[in-house]
């Protein structure tokens, strides 16, 4: 791997917890390539400016939460680097495992994004890769009423060590080629929050290219389902649902 390659990351920020953050940061900053973070704040007042300062790390401060997508699209035209790197805010990692990450891509050059093999805290598995969703499967999976097929719809019938290309994948670490990124033009901003990482995959396939998941390495994510716990977070998330349906069709 050659230590030249430039690599920029972009973090949407919204409240967050000023700890887990940190290590978020610390794990972007440690790694061994020339860099650049962009932290760009929806929260309603700038505090992170003055508590996460370095010469690699632009802070952008946009006053009010205007979405995820339309966040990160904020820096899209400011990135100048081979690769480009969305990121949660609540996410841990070696500083090698992105070494390995830029390898495939450099090997692929077919695939335009990869993500690594995604845990929680306790070291058990987080099911980030999706069938594309369906309105049928969206409501079994929340609903639970087929177990099996929800099952399947997560790949979970596939030996989840090795390497594949699934249809989604969900975006809490997602390593483009910034140029493939440059040219999807980031994400739909139709989308304030939820679907906006299905619908990207979704360009992707129409593009003929690929995404692909590499458990070879892994990363930590204290994934918080929001959705889930807020009533709030639940109406985006229909909303976006219905967005997404339709654009791409309900099935």
């Avoid at 969206?138 to 639970?144: E, Q």
């Avoid at 290219?209 to 389902?225: D, L, T």
Wanted: glycine share 4%; net charge positive; charged share 25%.
């Amino acid at each position: 791997m050659n230590k030249e390659h430039q690599i920029t990351a972009s973090i949407v920020l919204y409240n967050q917890n000023i700890n887990v953050l940190k290590k978020t940061v610390t794990s972007f900053l440690n790694t061994p390539f020339k860099k650049k973070l962009f932290l760009i704040d929806n929260s309603k007042n700038n505090q992170v400016k003055d508590i996460l300062k370095s010469n690699e790390i632009e802070y952008v401060f946009t006053g009010k939460n205007i979405g995820f997508g339309k966040a990160h699209n904020l820096i899209l035209n400011k990135i100048q680097s081979d690769f480009h790197l969305i990121l949660n805010p609540d996410v841990a990692f070696s500083p090698d495992i992105i070494s390995a990450l830029m390898n495939q891509l450099l090997q692929n050059k077919e695939v335009s994004f990869i993500t690594p093999k995604v845990i929680y805290p306790d070291k058990s598995l987080q099911y980030v890769c999706r069938k594309h969703p369906t309105l049928f499967n969206l409501i079994n999976r929340n609903l639970k009423i087929f177990k099996r097929l929800a099952l399947k719809n997560q790949y979970s019938n596939r030996d989840l060590n090795k390497p594949f290309y699934p249809d989604f994948i969900h975006g809490c670490f997602m390593l483009f080629k910034t140029e493939d990124f440059k040219i999807l033009n980031g994400f739909d901003e139709r989308y304030f929050l939820y679907m906006e990482d299905a619908d990207l995959c979704r360009k992707i396939d129409r593009s003929g290219k690929k995404i692909m998941y590499f458990p070879e390495v892994n990363i930590i994510h204290q994934h918080q389902k929001g959705s889930f716990k807020s009533l709030k977070l639940f109406f985006y998330h229909i909303s976006s649902a219905i967005k997404y349906f339709l654009k791409w069709g309900f099935r």
